[in-house]
């Protein structure tokens, strides 16, 4: 194990929320997100940033572990 992540809310274990109070969305924070998502079956997380301006984004993963080739980013 290289270390632990740890998400900032979990709704219904079914939506991963992850909190920012950034001056605006990153690519880290879709990365950081991207992984919390690929390494459960959850397949959809919320970035939500509470910075100077609001602002959200959405992120939906294909979990079938059965065909991981099929596996979509969206």
């Given at each position: 194990m290289v270390g632990e992540?740890?998400?900032?809310?979990?709704?219904n274990d079914l939506v991963i929320l992850e909190l920012k109070?950034?001056?605006?969305l990153?690519?880290?924070h879709?990365?950081?997100l991207l992984h919390?998502?690929?390494?459960?079956?959850?397949e959809v997380g919320l970035i939500l940033n509470f910075g100077r301006k609001p602002e959200f984004k959405r992120k939906a993963y294909d979990t079938d572990r059965d065909n991981i080739e099929?596996?979509?980013i969206y």
């Amino acid at each position: 194990m290289v270390g632990e992540y740890f998400a900032d809310m979990l709704v219904n274990d079914l939506v991963i929320l992850e909190l920012k109070a950034a001056e605006g969305l990153r690519p880290e924070h879709e990365a950081q997100l991207l992984h919390y998502l690929r390494s459960t079956k959850i397949e959809v997380g919320l970035i939500l940033n509470f910075g100077r301006k609001p602002e959200f984004k959405r992120k939906a993963y294909d979990t079938d572990r059965d065909n991981i080739e099929n596996r979509q980013i969206y």
